[in-house]
């Protein structure tokens, strides 16, 4: 049973059929909320959780208690909340398909077949970041960064002092000021 089926668009998208893939199992849910850029809620929930952290990437934090908010970080919450919330996804789970704050781990795919963790690394709104065993789309990533970075777009297109800002995730950016 497809759980969402599409055809390469050239632009990376990758079909996800109803087969488990080497990466893990497949299920459908649909995003009930945004917490921040790179971590939703579903419903139904999956294996009893209802938080998804999108694999692979990182996307600036937003304010929490006394810490204050990184830079881009409300921008990247708007585009996954306008693109996400209320809609029907696919998600695609790693090899580890839990990290040890118990939320699910997934690759999330749209409708029309487009990863949406690799969306957020193309507009930069997110960086790389790959905590193994969950490494599969590594290079991918990698790539639509460097074409991001190039491009100055999103996070790429803040000044140093406040690229300096950011969790530091080897990409030569963030780790403090």
Not at 52 to 80: C, H, M, N, W
Not at 84 to 102: H, M, P, T
Not at 111 to 129: C, H
Request: one cysteine or more.
């Amino acid at each position: 049973m497809a759980l969402l089926a599409a055809s390469s668009t050239g632009c990376g998208a990758t079909s996800v059929s109803g087969e488990s893939s080497k990466e893990g199992g497949l299920a459908r849910a649909t995003v009930s909320r945004v917490v921040d850029g790179d971590t939703v809620e579903v419903r139904p929930r999956i294996d009893g959780e209802e938080d998804v952290r999108l694999i692979g990437i990182d996307t600036p934090e937003k304010a929490y208690s006394s810490r204050e908010a990184q830079p881009y970080a409300l921008e990247a919450s708007r585009f996954t909340r306008e693109k996400l919330e209320g809609r029907r996804v696919a998600l695609r789970f790693g090899a580890d398909k839990k990290d040890r704050y118990g939320r699910i781990l997934a690759y999330l795919y749209l409708p029309d077949g487009s990863m949406f963790n690799e969306t957020l690394v193309e507009k930069g709104y997110a960086q790389v970041a790959t905590f193994p065993p969950n490494v599969h789309y590594v290079e991918r990533f990698e790539q639509a960064q460097r074409k991001a970075r190039e491009a100055g777009v999103g996070i790429w297109s803040l000044p140093k002092s406040k690229l300096c800002r950011l969790t530091d995730r080897g990409n030569g950016i963030g780790g403090g000021c």
